[in-house]
């Protein structure tokens, strides 16, 4: 059975910048949170390094500015750079506020100070890291989430998918309006139908498009795709950040080794224990993590190797396990001693730094629609995203979002008479294996053709069968009834065309985007924005 549901504001997505936006409006405004699966099934749970914030004296806004820019390889918007480094100071205030257990300096005898304990990472010029251990997404979705489980105006709503948003152009009305979204219940598997005068996509990013991933499987590019179908256009989708440092084991999924194991002194090293970061940075292991990330596959294409290896082992045992437990207990349980031996380490797909067009305030192409998080193209990341900096994106635009939405209060009015989702025509489906076939083949070319590093030829691969896919997608979701399963292979099916459409768009080789054909950077940097069609189409 099918039910109607209302809310003032509908957040898909139960991550940092969605739970960030939810506590914002609670006092005036009755909240839903959704979540695929259970509530910590995001990426902001899993990251380990921390939020980068300008909070040392020695430190300046313009220094992190500079830094961001210099990272994002001249495609950076410095108002929106600028804005969120503006607001990092009142962002961690605010994270303390709730209390969230940032770590803190030590005194010789053990005890804390009063004051933060800052690390640095590739691309830094300052120790501006502010973390929780190497735990830091854990420490802040817990705390969120605790303040959000106490506020009675939010309700947070797991195993819910959604499907497509509700738009006025979609009804065949005048405008473009996000009226809401139909919504999978996981639990009774029926489709319900939610109202809201304000619609949040907090869904994360797509990582999942690619075979090796550090992202855990609710990455599939959900908000991205929901939103190219309701109108809205998406920028720099051929951006996607690996990250350097993924654990290789054959029994370790998307284990993500934290950029601040480099960042306090970590070295990479091929099978004879010799580095070659210097080769190819002056930066060495410091340098961004494109740099870094190709620099590890020219290694491992050259010699023929399955990895190569992140060594700590030379610094004192105890200062490893207090600062990096998270790895350290980890890689114990495959048998790896970080205080003793070095990590088997791959590069894997981490961020997306494309995503849906927004303004200052999160808002996108269609009214009453916002996109945050890694959902979201601001500005800030440009041709390759700085470490840390998605955090606090998340931070500063949940805020910013929320600030907006108040302000728009007054005009708005809850959806009425909104259309069921009409399950009649369609059958439950034996043929299952088609979806797992197609989600492995669709991960494994995106994986091999449009890559770390891309070729014109292996683009054309690419664009022809996700166009064969697509085809194949959608035959299957217009006669079979709607699971997790399906819904996650249409979207990342779409991600990942708009992923090979804008890399065939850019001719040149910048920041992330790195093809063989055009090595050379443009002197004129552009972003790369696909328009969608008609909503109403």
Known sequence: MTRQQQYDVLVIGSGAAGLTLALHLAENLRVAVLSKGRLSEGSTFWAQGGVAAVLDDADTVDAHVQDTLIAGAGLCHEDAVRQIVGDSRDAIGWLV?????????????????????????????????????????????????????????????????????????????????????????????HVDTFGARFTVLATGGASKVYLYTSNPDSASGDGIAMAWRAGCRVANMEFNQFHPTCLYHPRAKSFLITEALRGEGALLKLPDGSRFMPRFDERAELAPRDIVARAIDHEMKRLGLDCVYLDISHKPAAFIREHFPTVYERCLSFGIDITREPIPVVPAAHYTCGGVMVDKAGLTDVEGLYAIGETSFTGLHGANRMASNSLLECIVYGRAASRDILSKLPGSALPTDLPTWDESLVTDSDEDVIISHNWEELRRFMWDYVGIVRTTKRLQRAKHRVDMLLAEIHEFYSNYTVSRDLLELRNLALVADLIIRSAMQRQESRGLHYTLDYPQQLEQPLDTILQPPSAGD
């Open 97 to 189: 506020e709730q209390g969230v257990p940032f770590t803190r300096e030590r005194r010789e005898d053990g005890s804390e100070t009063d004051d933060f304990h800052l690390t640095r990472e590739g691309g830094h010029s300052h120790r501006r890291i502010i973390h929780a251990a190497d735990a830091t997404g854990a420490a802040i979705f817990n705390t969120l989430l605790l303040q959000a489980q106490a506020h009675s105006n939010i309700e947070l709503l797991e195993n819910r998918v959604a499907i497509d948003l509700i738009t006025s152009a979609k009804l065949g009305q005048p405008g473009n309006h996000c009226l809401g979204a139909y919504i999978l219940d996981r639990d009774t598997g």
